[in-house]
Structure formats: C-alpha cells, structure tokens
C-alpha cells in the first residue's frame, strides 16, 4: 500500500484539547469516557484467523449451516500461526481483549481424539499463551464440520448414538471451560450454539426441540465449580441446510434460558434483516440473568461480514450505556471473511466496536434524560441530533495515543508489513 504520513501525536493532543472543551459544554467528560471505553472487555474469534477450520485435520469447514467464502493467501494452518496472528492483532486494538475458542482447535499433539473426549490438557497451549498475554479465554463446543454432524441434526437428533456422542461433547467443554476459568481466575463463557434444523418443510417441529430441551439439561447437569463458568445458549433464524426450521430458534432459547436461569447469546447476524437486538436487552434483561451479544453483520442474510462503526452497533452500545448494564453483558466479536486480509478483518470489527462504545460514552445522557422525564420530547430528539456531530474522532485519536496504539489508518501499515513478512510464506 502507498506510504501515508503518520499522524503527528502532537497535533492529537492539540484537536483533542479542543473536542474536550466541546463535550464539557453538554456536561460529558472525555476523559472518562475513554477510561470507560478502554476498561470493556471484547473477546475476539479465534475462527476468523483461520476460516473455522481447526486443527482436527480438515481442508475446510464442513456443514453446520455455516459457511466461510473466499481465499485471501495468509490463512493460519496450525496453533503457532494463529496464536502469532492473534497477538499480532491485538497489538493493534485498544482496550481489553479476551480470546474466543472453539472446541476444534484443540491441540492433541498429532493424536486422533475424539470431540466427546476432549480434556483441558488438549488447550494447555492457549491456556499459557493466554497467560502470558494477560488475557482471558472463553469457549464454545463445536457442533458441526464432523461426520456425526452430517445429517443436520446433533443435540436434537433422533438417533441415540449421535446425539449421546454430541452430548458427552457439552460435557467435555464444560469441563474445558471451567479449567480455564479456574486458571484466570474469571469466569470463562461457554456458549452453545447447534445447526440442527431441516433445509425444508416438517410436519413435526415439536420432538426434535423436546430431545434439544433433555440434552441440554444432561449438559448442564454436568458438575463443574460454577464461579469459574458462564453458560450461554445461542439461537439462529436459519442457516444454510436449515433454511425451513431451526430447532434452536430464538423463542426455544429465551423460554430455556429464564426456565434454567442461565445467560442467553443473541448474534446481530442471527435475526431477521430488519430486526436490531437493541430493544430486546432491556426486554431480555427482566428475566434473565445476563446476556451475551454477539457482534457480527449481516447482509440479507446471516453471513457474517466484518462488524463495521454502522448504526445498529452504534445504537446497541448506546443502548448499554443508558441501561448502565455492562456488568450483565458479555460482548464478543463473531464473523468470518476469508476474502480479505484475516488479521485487518479483526482489527476491522474491534475497533469500530470500540468507536461505537465510546461515541456511547460521550452522549450526552444526563442531558437527554431530563428533557425527557420533563416530558420536552422535541428537546429530547434535538439533543440526540447534535450528539451525532460532536467531534469523537478526536477524542478516538487521543483514545488511541493513550492506548499506545497506531492512529487512525496507521496501523494499515503494520498490517502490509506483517503480511510482507508473515503471511507471504504461508502460500
């Protein structure tokens, strides 16, 4: 790429001094907006790195209604490079970063080892890389790209074998995740997602959801120390081989996590088009005891596109922020592009995140609160108006400097450089 001048730290300053003086006006404090924005833990997807293939020994990613499309070269093929790209990554987001995995990338050491039969041990790299990365794991069982997995249906299936194999599966990550919540000394989230569903139309919708509703109290009957697990369940509108029905649909999952009082995963990219998770959190939130928010973009469909700084993301983190909630809340990163450069799209999606949190944070809601409770409407609309126009991109700058991290689009050159010299040798 063309060679751009690096932003002067000094002229940061100077805009920023300005910026600050401009939110003080509408009683908001850029300073602690940016300690706020920078103190919210995002966990990033291990997946991204590699296309959701793992280490089990695939070429690419199988069934599961998922699908990752694309061949940019630089793609990680083994632990090593994807724990380098990763800390890579991370150099170049501001705030605190935790690590998503998925029970496929576990490393046997060139043993065959089944899902079901999976232990902490076959994470002790991540584990130790997490540790000396001062960052936190989460985890999540991976139902799909497996042979058992074929005919669409795993938890919810009919046949005893496969869903008994599928079952001792969620067992065997609970306990995975449990061992790395006792190794940080933070609770790790365990999420649950399943493909199962019909490409088309059932006659019975019923029995499948019963033998998801049985297994997932088998799981989660599994004794493990509960301060260091989060359990979640997650939902899909549809996915590619489940077009008809899902049996994990939204409706399923809401009514399972109040009855189990357990959190509940909702994804950006797992509804309907014209449908936001905004207005569901506060809605959600009455009967559950926490939420976790996948943040991903969805075009027409579930496909998982690089989250950007768009207005659903913006409205969702404002929306947290005036619900003062993130202490119930876990949030995440989840897409997978395998069209563009792997690593940017991480860095891509972290941090408009972290732009969408702070211009949050910087709202003026004290402000819009009270013209609200004192019924001024107009006032209320007004004031969310030329919130849109106060000068954030200064005050994300002098976030960046404090962060210690490039500026702008200067980290677009770290990137080419890295891929220069990395990525390169992979193709």
Same mark, same amino acid.
């Given at each position: 790429?063309?060679?751009?001048?690096?932003?002067?730290?000094?002229?940061?300053?100077?805009?920023?001094?300005?910026?600050?003086?401009?939110?003080?006006?509408?009683?908001?404090?850029?300073?602690?907006?940016?300690?706020?924005?920078?103190?919210?833990?995002?966990?990033?997807?291990?997946?991204?790195?590699?296309?959701?293939?793992?280490?089990?020994?695939?070429?690419?990613?199988?069934?599961?209604?998922?699908?990752?499309?694309?061949?940019?070269?630089?793609?990680?093929?083994?632990?090593?490079?994807?724990?380098?790209?990763?800390?890579?990554?991370?150099?170049?987001?501001?705030?605190?970063?935790?690590?998503?995995?998925?029970?496929?990338?576990?490393?046997?050491?060139?043993?065959?080892?089944?899902?079901?039969?999976?232990?902490?041990?076959?994470?002790?790299?991540?584990?130790?890389?997490?540790?000396?990365?001062?960052?936190?794991?989460?985890?999540?069982?991976?139902?799909?790209?497996?042979?058992?997995?074929?005919?669409?249906?795993?938890?919810?299936?009919?046949?005893?074998?496969?869903?008994?194999?599928?079952?001792?599966?969620?067992?065997?990550?609970?306990?995975?995740?449990? =061992?790395?919540?006792?190794?940080?000394?933070?609770?790790?989230?365990?999420?649950?997602?399943?493909?199962?569903?019909?490409?088309?139309?059932?006659?019975?919708?019923?029995?499948?959801?019963?033998?998801?509703?049985?297994?997932?109290?088998?799981?989660?009957?599994?004794?493990?120390?509960?301060?260091?697990?989060?359990?979640?369940?997650?939902?899909?509108?549809?996915?590619?081989?489940?077009?008809?029905?899902?049996?994990?649909?939204?409706?399923?999952?809401?009514?399972?996590?109040?009855?189990?009082?357990?959190?509940?995963?909702?994804?950006?990219?797992?509804?309907?088009?014209?449908?936001?998770?905004?207005?569901?959190?506060?809605?959600?939130?009455?009967?559950?005891?926490?939420?976790?928010?996948?943040?991903?973009?969805?075009?027409?469909?579930?496909?998982?596109?690089?989250?950007?700084?768009?207005?659903?993301?913006?409205?969702?983190?404002?929306?947290?922020?005036?619900?003062?909630?993130?202490?119930?809340?876990?949030?995440?990163?989840?897409?997978?592009?395998?069209?563009?450069?792997?690593?940017?799209?991480?860095?891509?999606? =972290?941090?408009?995140?972290?732009?969408?949190?702070?211009?949050?944070?910087?709202?003026?809601?004290?402000?819009?609160?009270?013209?609200?409770?004192?019924?001024?409407?107009?006032?209320?609309?007004?004031?969310?108006?030329?919130?849109?126009?106060?000068?954030?991109?200064?005050?994300?700058?002098?976030?960046?400097?404090?962060?210690?991290?490039?500026?702008?689009?200067?980290?677009?050159?770290?990137?080419?450089?890295?891929?220069?010299?990395?990525?390169?040798?992979?193709?």
């Amino acid at each position: 790429m063309k060679k751009e001048k690096k932003t002067n730290p000094n002229t940061v300053k100077e805009m920023y001094q300005h910026a600050k003086e401009r939110y003080l006006q509408f009683g908001v404090n850029s300073d602690e907006a940016i300690k706020k924005t920078l103190a919210v833990p995002l966990s990033l997807h291990c997946w991204q790195g590699d296309d959701v293939i793992g280490f089990e020994g695939a070429s690419e990613l199988s069934g599961g209604g998922i699908l990752a499309t694309g061949n940019y070269p630089g793609r990680a093929r083994n632990g090593d490079e994807l724990r380098k790209d990763i800390t890579f990554a991370i150099s170049l987001i501001p705030g605190i970063s935790r690590l998503n995995l998925h029970a496929l990338y576990a490393e046997t050491g060139g043993k065959k080892v089944e899902r079901d039969e999976l232990e902490p041990e076959h994470f002790e790299k991540w584990i130790r890389w997490a540790q000396e990365q001062h960052i936190n794991l989460d985890f999540n069982p991976s139902f799909f790209s497996h042979p058992l997995a074929s005919t669409g249906y795993t938890l919810a299936s009919a046949d005893k074998k496969i869903q008994n194999f599928w079952i001792k599966h969620g067992k065997a990550s609970r306990r995975i995740a449990a =061992a790395m919540g006792a190794v940080q000394k933070e609770p790790c989230v365990n999420n649950i997602w399943i493909p199962d569903g019909s490409k088309d139309m059932i006659t019975d919708r019923s029995s499948p959801r019963k033998r998801l509703e049985a297994a997932l109290d088998e799981i989660l009957a599994e004794p493990v120390n509960k301060k260091n697990i989060i359990d979640t369940v997650e939902s899909k509108l549809f996915g590619i081989g489940s077009e008809a029905y899902v049996v994990g649909s939204h409706e399923f999952y809401m009514g399972y996590a109040v009855k189990k009082q357990i959190k509940l995963c909702l994804d950006m990219g797992h509804f309907h088009p014209t449908e936001t998770l905004t207005d569901k959190i506060s809605a959600l939130l009455a009967f559950v005891p926490g939420l976790l928010l996948h943040i991903s973009r969805g075009i027409r469909w579930d496909s998982d596109h690089v989250a950007l700084y768009s207005d659903d993301v913006r409205e969702l983190c404002r929306e947290l922020h005036r619900l003062e909630t993130f202490d119930k809340v876990h949030l995440a990163l989840d897409y997978f592009d395998a069209s563009i450069n792997r690593i940017a799209a991480w860095i891509i999606g =972290a941090r408009a995140f972290r732009k969408a949190l702070l211009e949050a944070f910087l709202e003026p809601v004290d402000l819009i609160r009270e013209a609200e409770q004192a019924g001024r409407p107009h006032e209320r609309l007004a004031l969310m108006e030329e919130a849109k126009l106060l000068p954030i991109a200064a005050v994300w700058d002098e976030l960046c400097l404090e962060a210690g991290i490039p500026i702008g689009s200067d980290w677009l050159s770290c990137v080419s450089e890295y891929e220069e010299k990395e990525l390169s040798r992979r193709r």
